[in-house]
């Protein structure tokens, strides 16, 4: 079982890069979809005095969002190699906070659970790569995270 067990943290970053990988041919190609998703969300923010953050020049445009997406992807399948273990904490970080914004704007936005009409599948989606993000950080690579922030600030440690 042990062995079946060490497994699973590379099953659930394999399967998280997936699901951004599959949502990029959407964001980057403007299908019609992912602008009713942004346009619902642009429409919500202009009511609260933030117009244009979701538009596809805003802060929280579809593109941005896309490129944090593929990067938490990258990170995650790179640190599918033992040598890079601490990316993969990296590409689960950056996949909890695109995944916390995402499940919380379907939550508590005119949004909904269902905007495609698919059966919430995106929704869906989003709470499963939350909930994989969340494990991996808190159990499976907590050390891999601590590595990572450990080298990020020697890095950003001033000479």
Request: with cysteine; charged share 15%; aromatic share 10%.
């Amino acid at each position: 079982m042990k062995r079946i067990l060490k497994y699973v943290p590379d099953l659930m970053a394999l399967f998280m890069a997936v699901i951004f990988l599959d949502s990029l041919r959407y964001k980057f190609s403007d299908h019609p979809k992912t602008q009713q998703i942004f346009g619902l969300l642009d429409g919500w923010a202009g009511t609260l005095g933030a117009p244009g953050l979701f538009a596809q020049t805003g802060l929280f445009s579809q593109h941005v969002i896309g490129s944090i997406e593929l990067l938490a992807a990258g990170l995650l399948l790179i640190g599918l190699h033992p040598r890079f273990k601490h990316l993969q904490a990296g590409g689960a970080l950056a996949g909890l906070l695109v995944m916390t914004g995402a499940v919380s704007f379907h939550l508590f936005t005119p949004l909904g659970i269902d905007p495609n009409g698919d059966g919430a599948g995106l929704f869906i989606a989003a709470c499963v790569n939350l909930a994989f993000a969340v494990l991996l950080l808190a159990v499976f690579r907590r050390a891999a995270l601590v590595e990572l922030v450990k080298r990020v600030g020697a890095v950003l440690k001033p000479q």
